[in-house]
């Protein structure tokens, strides 16, 4: 493989340049150089700062109904073990499971579960005493459950770093701290401008998030990708008291709603470190960074409620990322429609980075010509473009 200029060369070339050293552009890269492609992956700010620095690091299936997304995020959960094995896992990566519970009527979780167990999604319904088992700590109130073994976890800012560390050892660059203003055509490729250097490649990819809609404009295109924000509150360290990623129910339909007004449930779980996290709130307020003490405190009344022994708990931080929504909930993989050569990985929305080496492996796929190994159409951004923009 041919060497890539250095960084003091006012003009860089490659074969592919990636915008975005969050965790989607890390699995793009991470394909990209399996594939052999000169690869750059150029960020703003530094690594993982972005969403991915927010993110809970779900890797999830129990909370997406049959469909393409769903069919994605079967195949992505199995390829972070991948990834994780060719890395050295030295991401906290594990299949601990969730568990989803329903509160009052349970027949909606219920029907869920036999729905996904017909696509391949292992869902155990559980009762009060198995619930017990599973989570010792969980209301006594709950009576109803279901238990997904399938659902895992990793630490997603340590996840990108490692991969792209590993990229890097296979000879890809990344450049931290270098803005995308424009993206021009160049030859049979496309040229980037940053603030200090232009970027000459045959493909590029916007894997730039909540970002990736002014990624899209200033290529002379478009996406409708915006922020919905979330707030996450973190315990101070404590004994185990939950054991798996413990979700109420009515979850699974706030994720899938689009109404910009605040949507709050109960998301429970543990790190590894004696941490809970606790989530999850949904609002579009665009790039509001302020705190929310109604949202706090809703989500800590909610929490407790679920698991009452979280009364006495501390916290110790809360803070909030914007997840990069897409209106109809499907993350925009593939060809840009206008833009010879411009491909998009973004608007992954709450399932970035779940979703992210099953995206990262189909857009390398897309670029190299591979039949992909799955159908792309539901995906494409062709499915925005041909809409007028609002
Ligand atoms: C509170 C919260 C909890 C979440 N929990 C989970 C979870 O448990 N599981 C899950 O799967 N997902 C979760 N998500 C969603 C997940 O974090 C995102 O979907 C994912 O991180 C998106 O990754 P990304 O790489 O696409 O974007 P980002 O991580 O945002 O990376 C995009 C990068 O592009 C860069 N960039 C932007 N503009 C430019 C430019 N002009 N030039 C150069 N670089 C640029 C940014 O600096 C950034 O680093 C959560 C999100 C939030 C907010």
Redesign the pocket.
């Known amino acids: 493989m041919a060497q890539i200029p250095s960084r003091s060369d006012r003009e860089i070339g490659a074969d592919l340049v990636i915008?975005?050293?969050?965790?989607?552009?890390?699995m793009c890269a991470h394909y990209a150089i399996g594939a052999g492609l000169r690869t750059i992956v150029?960020?703003?700010?530094?690594?993982?700062?972005?969403?991915?620095?927010?993110?809970?690091?779900?890797?999830?299936v129990s909370d997406k109904t049959p469909g393409p997304e769903l069919e994605l995020a079967l195949i992505s959960r199995d390829l972070w073990f991948e990834v994780g094995a060719r890395v050295g896992d030295t991401f906290e990566l594990v299949a601990k499971g969730g568990v989803s519970v329903a509160r009052n009527n349970s027949q909606p979780l219920r029907d869920l579960a036999h729905s996904q167990s017909l696509v391949g999604v292992d869902a155990r319904e559980v009762g009060a005493s198995e619930l017990a088992t599973l989570e010792p700590y969980i209301s006594r109130e709950i009576k109803y459950g279901v238990h997904y073994p399938q659902d895992a976890?990793c630490q997603?800012m340590l996840a990108?770093a490692r991969i792209l560390q590993d990229f890097q050892g296979r000879g890809g660059r990344v450049i931290p701290h270098?803005?995308?203003?424009s993206i021009e055509e160049s030859g049979d490729g496309l040229a980037i401008r940053?603030g200090d250097s232009i970027f000459r490649a045959q493909n590029v990819i916007n894997?730039?998030?909540?970002?990736?809609g002014?990624?899209a404009r200033?290529a002379g295109s478009d996406l409708p990708i915006m922020p919905?924000?979330?707030?996450?509150l973190v315990t101070a360290p404590l004994p185990q008291y939950v054991f798996h990623k413990v979700y109420d129910s009515d979850y699974v339909d706030n994720v899938a709603s689009s109404d910009a007004d605040l949507q709050t449930s109960t998301v429970i779980e543990g790190t590894k470190s004696g941490t809970i996290l606790i989530?999850?709130s949904r609002e579009r307020v665009g790039y509001d960074k302020s705190m929310s003490v109604p949202v706090i405190k809703k989500l800590a009344r909610q929490a407790t409620s679920l698991f009452p022994v979280l009364r006495d708990a501390q916290l110790l931080r809360v803070?909030?990322?914007?997840?990069?929504y897409s209106p109809d909930h499907l993350p925009v993989i593939g060809a840009d429609s206008r833009i010879k050569n411009l491909y998009h990985?973004?608007g992954?929305?709450?399932?970035?980075?779940?979703?992210?080496a099953a995206s990262g492996k189909l857009i390398a796929e897309m670029i190299t010509g591979i039949q992909p190994f799955i159908d792309p159409t539901p995906f494409s951004p062709a499915r925005f473009q041909m809409m007028a923009v609002r």
């Open positions: 915008i975005g050293a969050g965790i989607v552009g890390a150029i960020d703003r700010n530094a690594v993982a700062s972005g969403t991915t620095g927010a993110g809970e690091g779900n890797i999830m976890q997603p990108a270098q803005e995308v203003l940053t894997a730039a998030g909540t970002w990736a002014e990624i200033r919905r924000r979330g707030f996450i989530g999850a803070y909030n990322g914007f997840r990069p990985c973004a992954h929305e709450g399932a970035g980075i779940g979703l992210s």
